[in-house]
Nanobody, 127 residues
Framework: QVQLVESGGGLVQAGGSLRLSCAAS????????MGWFRQAPGKEREFVAA????????YYADSVKGRFSISRDNTKNTVYLQMNNMKSKDTAVYSC????????????????????WGQGTQVTVSS
């Protein structure tokens, strides 16, 4: 059993920054690649970013590339999402998940590969 708990969401002005955290417990966290997705009201869940178990490989959605950065600290069982130069279109509930197996990084955008999810944290960007 795995528990994922996101934190760090909130209200930020356009152009501002937030850092989200996803704390994991219950399994060997460092064995799994992990990712962030987001879902805005009335929209489909959207891939944001993912990172390999070691942190050596990362993968980003085009919509956030150059603005967001994913990282992890396996000693703290935590993955982070640093969000800079935020835009109103970034407003959504952000959730983290564990990737099952060892898919290629280009497959990390596929939500069906994730087998545990957190409850999510709300991020609101005001214009």
């Amino acid at each position: 059993q795995v528990q994922l708990v996101e934190s760090g969401g909130g209200l930020v002005q356009a152009g501002g920054s937030l850092r989200l955290s996803c704390a994991a417990s219950g399994r060997t966290f460092s064995s799994y690649a992990m990712g962030w997705f987001r879902q805005a009201p009335g929209k489909e869940r959207e891939f944001v970013a993912a990172i390999s178990w070691s942190g050596g490989n990362t993968y980003y959605a085009d919509s956030v590339k150059g603005r967001f950065s994913i990282s992890r600290d396996n000693t703290k069982n935590t993955v982070y999402l640093q969000m800079n130069n935020m835009k109103s279109k970034d407003t959504a509930v952000y959730s983290c998940g564990l990737i099952d197996g060892t898919p290629l990084p280009t497959q990390w955008a596929q939500a069906e590969l994730y087998f545990y999810w957190g409850q999510g944290t709300q991020v609101t960007v005001s214009s």
